[in-house]
């Protein structure tokens, strides 16, 4: 009786398996996987785990786990949702069913998420409104907002941020004391010092046309400079497109609240 029961069990959790179609778990895999996992799930960077050759049911387990919001990822989280049942089964089976990843091996990223249009213009210090800055004692770090004019307009007037919005962020590490701890200043702020990076989201005409719109933020792109004004290699903008598609009521943007109120002042 026991085994009878034992291989009932058995039968019950491959049947997502047994009634998987691979070839469409292929194709959602190239087109919204692929810009994390890889095609065939060997993922884009050794931040990102591997998905080849791992058992269906633990996939299956996991990717619901994700869209029920059991287990916690900020891009999981808002990527599994939107698969179905049968979505999450195939893909299972299609990463199931590949040759476990190389050690040390990574996929490329895919050409229409990585493509960054964003630009960093060399006046946005003076073309653009300076308008929030945020402290992070914790990381040491100030960062200063920037939006340009068409951002600016539209967060005033309380509508959505249009085509050819632009908001850059400049990083700076915090002065730091003799005991290294962030210095304030006599405002009781926290003393930017040395530049470390911008980063930056801006949306044009057609930006978002080639994104899956698993991922597609509108025609918002993203992209991350070094100090010295050139794009930051390895950044994927799929993790950036991600976080920020749950803010769709707010133009993508976290602090769109902070951008309206200080275009009204």
């Not at 029920?68 to 979505?87: C, F």
């Not at 069913?97 to 003076?126: E, W």
Request: net charge neutral; with cysteine; proline share 5%.
């Amino acid at each position: 009786m026991r085994s009878r029961w034992i291989a009932a069990a058995l039968a019950l959790i491959a049947l997502p398996a047994l009634a998987a179609d691979i070839a469409a778990g292929r194709l959602k895999a190239a087109t919204v996987c692929a810009a994390c996992h890889g095609a065939d799930g060997v993922s884009v960077s050794d931040r990102i785990p591997h998905l080849a050759g791992q058992r269906a049911g633990y996939l299956i387990g996991e990717l619901q786990a994700f869209k029920e919001g059991s287990r916690k990822s900020d891009i999981m989280n808002v990527i599994a949702p939107q698969l179905s049942s049968d979505d999450i089964a195939n893909v299972a089976a299609h990463f199931a069913a590949q040759q476990g990843a190389a050690a040390g091996a990574t996929s490329a990223q895919l050409p229409n998420v990585a493509k960054m249009r964003v630009t960093l213009p060399a006046d946005f210090r003076t073309g653009y409104t300076r308008y929030l800055t945020k402290e992070s004692a914790e990381a040491g770090q100030v960062s200063i907002y920037y939006a340009n004019d068409p951002a600016l307009a539209a967060a005033a007037a309380g509508k959505p941020l249009p085509d050819g919005s632009a908001i850059f962020i400049a990083v700076y590490s915090a002065q730091l004391g003799p005991d290294g701890q962030p210095v304030a200043g006599s405002d009781g702020k926290l003393v930017p010092e040395r530049l470390r990076s911008y980063t930056a989201m801006a949306s044009g005409a057609g930006w978002g046309d080639d994104i899956p719109e698993m991922l597609r933020n509108e025609n918002w792109n993203y992209a991350v400079f070094a100090a010295d004004g050139t794009t930051r290699a390895g950044v994927n903008q799929a993790e950036c497109l991600a976080c920020h598609k749950p803010k769709a009521a707010s133009s993508f943007l976290f602090l769109q609240r902070e951008l309206a109120a200080a275009a009204r002042r």
